[in-house]
């Protein structure tokens, strides 16, 4: 998705999406990546904006819920965006032969999201405090 002004990008992201199992369930679940500001385009209130309708955009497309992390001081950003900080959770990205998870040593994440379909919303507790196989893969190895 672009925020685009007058033929410029102000800010940008990917959306990226995949069913996971996940407490023995699946879900369609898609996650914000490579979100980014024009540098001089930040403070504006772009990347929020942006970020917010990525979420109602996730919303309406099917998935029943969004999951991402970011680094612990986005928090405030994507929380002022709608999404909220799922307690607990830690994102396994990577792949099963070689995981790539969101608490490794040296990181200082928080897992985001959000739950959309009214299936999702009622097991919400299942994600918070877990471990969530992602395995988005080798390239984007956490979303
Ligand atoms: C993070 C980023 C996308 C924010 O975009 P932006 O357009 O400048 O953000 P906004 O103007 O919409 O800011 C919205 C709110 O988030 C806060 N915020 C923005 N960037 C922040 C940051 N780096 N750290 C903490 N808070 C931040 C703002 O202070 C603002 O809060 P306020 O409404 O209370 O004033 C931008 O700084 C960027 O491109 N950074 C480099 C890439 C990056 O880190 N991407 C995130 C990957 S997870």
Redesign the pocket.
């Known amino acids: 998705m672009l925020l685009v002004d007058g033929g410029v990008v102000?800010?940008a992201l990917d959306v990226l999406s995949k069913e996971i199992v996940h407490a023995g369930h699946r879900y369609a679940v898609g996650g914000?990546s490579?979100?980014?500001?024009?540098?001089a385009?930040?403070?504006?209130?772009?990347?929020?904006?942006?970020?917010a309708a990525a979420r109602e955009a996730m919303a309406v497309q099917g998935l029943d819920l969004g999951l991402?992390?970011?680094?612990r001081?986005?928090r405030?950003?994507y929380e002022?965006?709608g999404w909220r900080v799922l307690p607990g959770a830690v994102l396994v990205g990577g792949t099963p032969g070689e995981p790539f998870p969101s608490d490794q040593p040296g990181f200082d994440k928080v897992t985001m999201g959000d739950f959309f379909s009214a299936r999702a919303r009622g097991v919400e507790p299942l994600f918070c405090g877990s471990r969530v196989e992602l395995y988005p893969g080798e390239i984007d190895k956490l979303w």
């Not at 490579?34 to 540098?39: A, G, K």
């Not at 385009?41 to 970020?51: E, I, K």
């Not at 991402?68 to 680094?71: K, S």
């Open positions: 102000l800010a914000l490579t979100v980014v500001t024009r540098r385009a930040q403070g504006r209130g772009h990347g929020r904006r942006l970020v991402f992390t970011c680094d001081p986005l405030g950003f002022g965006a």
